[in-house]
């Protein structure tokens, strides 16, 4: 689709005032898995990443966001959603909602209700399509009419991967000095599926915003990991460019090793895998090895993804289903354009 969500000919045009008021948006936007990853920051605030970086989405994995326009001067937080048990989610978008207004000039608040269906906090991306649902939320609401570019600088605001769930399919950051991402491929030009391997429902024990910065002050690996990133930003566009499956596999897997290499040695060491997470992959190294296309990558958190091409599924979810710390499997396809609804 290119439906854009910077379409705003669906709303009424009346400029936001008193009238607006309970008007709302609903917003759906899917995670994504970085297969080169982002993994520390610069200086300064914005979450300006430190390395480039390239993803797939997930077309399943997705946070719905309500967003409406209140009467009051609080943003109001529905209680019985997920992302608000957690106090310090709120604080989180309370504190960049803020900013948003300082920022655009606004002077509205907001009613927040989000839902993911998929584990919060716990190394599958909620914060990606967290942002991104509430960064197209904003723009659509407050008639902003920016442009994608800048709805994706205005998500990495609130988490530097949330950059890249403006879209679906295949995306890069661009490591501009305002850094934003831009989709390379569509989910179409090339159907893989991915399989998630679910070894925690629980929030992991450090975020990654702490992990990246105790990584980069304390890791003596993560001097070569910010050197050696180029070169795999390079083979992974080319593989995807060529659709080159065993290309893609090994630069992602390479590129995933050396980001946990240097969290691990980073001081207290951050180990986010659990004993699941190993045995995922291991079994789809021999998978691999035995004919099958598919490759793992795991984030902050001890979640496996594992992309396969569509005639390896089958064989992935048995090989995994029965996996020693796998709670469950979640199976979904490269996709996740957002969508955006209007009430
Ligand atoms: O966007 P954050 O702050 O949750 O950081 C994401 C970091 C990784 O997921 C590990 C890598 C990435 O590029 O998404």
């Not at 269906?117 to 920016?146: H, M, Q, R, V, Y």
């Not at 950059?163 to 030009?189: K, L, P």
């Amino acid at each position: 689709m290119d439906k854009s969500f910077l379409d705003n000919s669906a709303m009424d045009k009346s400029s936001i005032g008193k009238s607006s008021i309970g008007k709302s948006v609903t917003v759906s936007a899917a995670a994504n898995v970085a297969l080169i990853k982002y993994w520390g920051k610069r200086r300064g605030d914005g979450n300006q990443p430190a390395t480039p970086s390239l993803s797939i989405g997930l077309d399943d994995l997705r946070t719905t966001t309500q967003l409406g326009l209140v009467d009051g001067t609080r943003d109001s937080f529905d209680p019985s959603t997920q992302l608000v048990m957690n106090e310090q989610a709120q604080d989180r978008i309370r504190h960049y909602l803020d900013q948003f207004r300082a920022t655009f000039g606004q002077d509205h608040y907001f009613s927040v209700a989000t839902t993911n269906n998929f584990p919060t906090g716990s190394g599958l991306a909620s914060s990606a399509s967290g942002f991104a649902a509430l960064a197209i939320g904003l723009n659509t609401l407050c008639e902003l009419n920016l442009d994608k570019i800048e709805v994706s600088k205005l998500a990495r605001r609130g988490s530097g991967s949330a950059a890249r769930s403006i879209y679906g399919g295949y995306v890069e950051i661009v490591n501009d000095d305002d850094a934003f991402a831009a989709q390379i491929d569509t989910a179409s030009a090339w159907p893989l599926d991915v399989v998630v391997a679910v070894t925690a429902e629980t929030p992991k024990s450090i975020n990654s915003t702490d992990a990246m910065t105790q990584t980069a002050e304390t890791s003596p690996m993560y001097a070569a990991w910010l050197q050696s990133h180029e070169a795999d930003m390079s083979a992974a566009r080319e593989a995807i460019a060529n659709k080159n499956f065993q290309q893609l596999a090994e630069v992602s897997e390479f590129n995933c090793l050396k980001m946990h290499a240097t969290m691990i040695t980073s001081q207290p060491g951050v180990l986010y895998w659990l004993p699941g997470t190993l045995e995922v992959m291991h079994r789809v190294r021999l998978l691999r090895e035995q004919g099958s296309a598919a490759f793992f990558s795991i984030d902050a958190g001890s979640q496996v993804k594992v992309v396969c091409m569509p005639e390896a599924t089958a064989t992935v979810k048995s090989a995994l289903a029965d996996a020693p710390g796998v709670l469950r499997l979640i199976e979904t396809r490269v996709g996740g354009e957002p969508e955006v609804t209007f009430s």
